[in-house]
């Protein structure tokens, strides 16, 4: 099982940018894809971007595709959602999720351990 800790979320100004980071422990994060969602207020959480656990391919929900870079370093055992060209609509809690098997998830039940989420806010 693996532990995840979001980090780097807080307030910006539209058209900002912010980098949210996911420190992993208990396994190394090669070892995971990931994934990450956000939950604005009143509404469902849902996927933002995923990378596999081979790192080779990624996923974005329209969105935030161009505007958003899910990574990962597994030297430091951390995944990253850099974030530009922030718009309000992307006002939210972030979460990080990991999951072991193949391929990409797109879904929460895809993935098995989560962060406790950081919060995104983006002013007008």
């Known amino acids: 099982q693996v532990q995840l800790v979001e980090s780097g979320g807080g307030l910006v100004q539209a058209g900002g940018s912010l980098r949210l980071s996911c420190a992993a422990s208990?396994?190394?994060?090669?070892?995971?894809?990931m994934g990450w969602f956000r939950q604005a207020s009143g509404k469902e959480r849902a996927i933002v971007a995923a990378l596999s656990r081979s790192g080779t391919t990624t996923f974005y929900a329209e969105s935030v595709k161009g505007r958003f870079t899910i990574s990962r370093d597994t030297g430091k055992n951390t995944g990253y959602l850099q974030m530009n060209s922030l718009k309000p609509e992307d006002t939210a809690v972030y979460y990080c999720?990991?999951?072991?098997?193949?391929?990409?998830?797109?879904?929460?039940?895809?993935?098995?351990?989560w962060g406790q989420g950081t919060q995104v806010t983006v002013s007008s």
């Open positions: 999720a990991s999951r072991t098997a193949y391929g990409l998830g797109y879904g929460s039940v895809d993935f098995g351990s």
């Open positions: 208990g396994r190394t994060f090669s070892s995971y894809g």
